[in-house]
């Protein structure tokens, strides 16, 4: 894992920043390396291997047809929350083998290639919040790894590490956006 300096994670939050207010999903697509990969934990099927399988990702989920919704006619709840900061150096592990065998590496090969590419971690949280129906209501914690290409920092892993109910801890770790 590369050392972050306090610049270079002001540029990883202005990034994410500009990628979370991209709204159509090929531009959004521009924020991942051609290679982007996407871990899953709660879902190890919803695995990819690369920048076009994640933005089809995108555009199902917006139209309703991943599981994060609760029925396949809703859409998936719009994400009002957010806080973001470095990854921590306990937070530099990548799951277990049944999570990234999916998108093509076991857990000790993601964390080889992030050493030997200097990848930077973020870690966010983003959540909705729906006053008339809280089974509506989502967490998401994610690690968005980032690697320097052609100049710039572009998304390389998606570790999605919790899809689900609110457990409390929305709002608490990290800066607020």
Known sequence: MATATAPLAQHLKARYLAYRATADFDAKGLFYSDSCLQVC???PSYAAQDRATIVQYLREAA???LDLATSPTQQAPQMKGC???LATADEFEFASDEATLPAGFTAAELKLKAQAEGWVGTRV???SESPEDESREMLVKVKYWWRREN????QILHDIMYMGPHDGTQGTDGEVL
């Open 125 to 127: 949280d983003l959540w």
């Open 151 to 154: 100049g710039e920092w572009v």
């Open 83 to 85: 806080t973001i900061r």
């Open 63 to 65: 139209a309703g047809g």
């Open 41 to 43: 934990r709660p879902q």
